[in-house]
């Protein structure tokens, strides 16, 4: 059995970080939680909630007394402006003790990401997640107004992954040798339509939900009205009109770290049926 341990997450109240806090939690070991407010945090009671923020390193320095290992993320302050203090925070880290340090790569090259590679003073593993399943939870006011999700592209394939998944492959690496040096792109254990992810939901809340498939010329119109910068919206039109073979290709990387097969979807869907129902939502508005 591993040794219970110390780790600190930063990004801890995100959709990722959250998971990764979890994860730790349900293996035993002892959590320290890095949020920007501590009063907002919304954390389980047994977790460590410290104040500190990523774009200050200085800051963390009480965060990172007595643990082993570190969990970060590549955005910061305020706007989530790439994290420039890497080399500062991997320093503090080692003066600390840190021994294993994970990074969520963020899509692309990040100044944090690339200190981290180059740091030969801890054990770090980069954290390569494709599409979450919980981008879904974007069409639940849709779903919930008029039974419907509108998209584009909707043939496109996904090999989306549960952020449970992504959290337990963080909370392995954090906590146990072997994963010195790694790139684990993590996905879920199939590949998914637009299509088959409706039915999934549909079939999690117990209601028939439409598929409306938009043009490409509606989709970008709709992405303006929302007011989705330019950049943006080309992003969103090769994401979804060319998804790259790494997002559409299935791998066994949950079941190799963690030892349990990647979640599905259906599974996902069951989880978090009360968004998508008018109950639901009533109930968390």
């Known amino acids: 059995m591993t040794q219970t341990q110390r780790i600190l997450v930063t990004g801890s109240t995100g959709t990722v970080g959250r998971q990764v806090v979890a994860e730790l939690l349900a293996r035993g070991h002892v959590v320290r939680a890095l949020t920007r407010d501590a009063a907002r945090a919304d954390l389980p009671a047994d977790v460590e909630v410290v104040q500190g923020d990523l774009s200050a390193p200085d800051s963390l320095i009480p965060a990172l007394e007595g643990v082993t290992g570190i969990h970060l993320i590549t955005f910061g302050g305020a706007y989530f402006a790439p994290l420039g203090s890497g080399p500062r925070i991997l320093e503090l880290a080692r003066e600390a003790g840190v021994r ?141 009109g060319n998804t790259p073979e790494v997002g559409r290709t299935v791998l066994d990387t949950v079941e190799k770290v963690t030892g349990s097969p990647a979640r599905s979807f259906a599974r996902w869907a069951a989880e978090h049926a009360d968004a998508f129902s008018v109950t639901g939502a009533a109930g968390t508005a």
């Open 100 to 240: 294993r340090v994970t990074v969520l790569h963020g899509g692309g090259p990040s100044p944090l990401e690339d200190a981290v590679r180059a740091d030969d003073g801890v054990d770090w593993t980069v954290l390569m997640p494709v599409e979450f399943m919980a981008n879904a939870l974007e069409w639940a006011d849709g779903i919930v107004a008029s039974g419907e999700v509108r998209e584009p592209f909707v043939s496109r394939l996904s090999a989306m992954v549960h952020e449970g998944d992504i959290g337990a492959v963080a909370a392995v690496a954090l906590t146990e040798e072997g994963h010195a040096g790694q790139e684990y792109v993590i996905t879920g254990p199939e590949l998914l339509t637009v299509g088959d992810k409706v039915a999934a939901i549909a079939a999690a809340r117990g209601r028939d939900i439409a598929l409306v498939e938009l043009t490409e010329e509606q989709a970008v119109a709709r992405w303006r009205a929302a007011g989705h910068p330019e950049d943006v919206i080309g992003f969103l039109l090769e994401a979804y």
